[in-house]
T-cell receptor, first 116, second 113 residues
Framework: GAGVSQTPSNKVTEKGKYVELRCDPI?????LYWYRQSLGQGPEFLIY????????DSGLPNDRFFAVRPEGSVSTLKIQRTERGDSAVYLC??????????????FGEGSRLTVL | GENVEQHPSTLSVQEGDSAVIKCTYS??????FPWYKQELGKGPQLIID?????GEKKDQRIAVTLNKTAKHFSLHITETQPEDSAVYFC????????????FGKGTKLSVKP
């Protein structure tokens, strides 16, 4: 079956621009997670959705970052006024039920964002 | 909050040898410890996990041990093969959120044929 799909796979933008990254989770998975991975680092938690609502957004670095999941399936991570420090791979993951601490996170291949 | 330290950052072994990667965590409330393997250009993939009520778990050539008192856990790979070459991440469940895993910085494992 299809895994977690993320688009675009690569995005190059200029400082100050607005960016949207899309995640299509595994069908039937109710929980969805966004992580950010900088070069040479482990994934860093950003936000977690249970259905349509953000159950935990404590990892979002500032108010330039926002994510939505309006129908409880596809999610979009939105970054306003991008900065060079936002350059990273943005990973999306999903799980069948709500908790990352009870079982496997199924990751997509990520969206690589480069801010010039 | 939880902090996870991982060592070594790089590890090179000969094919057939064993590899050991060690992690420590800070939050005694953490109760779930997965290990992920990440190949170049791919997302991380779970290879084994352990919960705090278990001290050791094995799956073929891979084993994980957990010492709750010392707050450390280790990944052991025996009879390494070139296809084991990848970056390995340990993680611990964040105490405050059911969706929040805290990852170590990773170990780049190279298995030389």
């Amino acid at each position: 079956g299809a895994g977690v799909s993320q688009t675009p796979s690569n995005k190059v933008t200029e400082k100050g621009k607005y960016v949207e990254l899309r995640c299509d989770p595994i069908s039937g998975h109710t929980a969805l997670y966004w992580y950010r991975q900088s070069l040479g680092q482990g994934p860093e938690f950003l936000i977690y959705f249970q259905g349509t609502g953000a159950a935990d957004d404590s990892g979002l670095p500032n108010d330039r970052f926002f994510a939505v999941r309006p129908e409880g399936s596809v999610s979009t991570l939105k970054i306003q006024r991008t900065e060079r420090g936002d350059s990273a791979v943005y990973l999306c993951a999903s799980t069948p039920v709500g908790s990352a601490n009870t079982g496997e996170l199924f990751f997509g291949e990520g969206s690589r964002l480069t801010v010039l | 909050g939880e902090n996870v330290e991982q060592h070594p950052s790089t590890l090179s072994v000969q094919e057939g040898d064993s590899a050991v990667i060690k992690c420590t965590y800070s939050d005694s409330a953490s109760n779930y410890f997965p290990w992920y393997k990440q190949e170049l250009g791919k997302g991380p993939q779970l290879i084994i996990d352990i919960r705090s009520n278990v001290g050791e778990k094995k799956d073929q050539r891979i084993a994980v041990t957990l010492n709750k008192t010392a707050k450390h856990f280790s990944l052991h790979i025996t009879e390494t093969q070139p296809e084991d070459s990848a970056v390995y991440f340990c993680a611990a469940s964040g105490g405050g959120s059911q969706g929040n895993l805290i990852f170590g910085k990773g170990t780049k494992l190279s298995v030389k044929p």
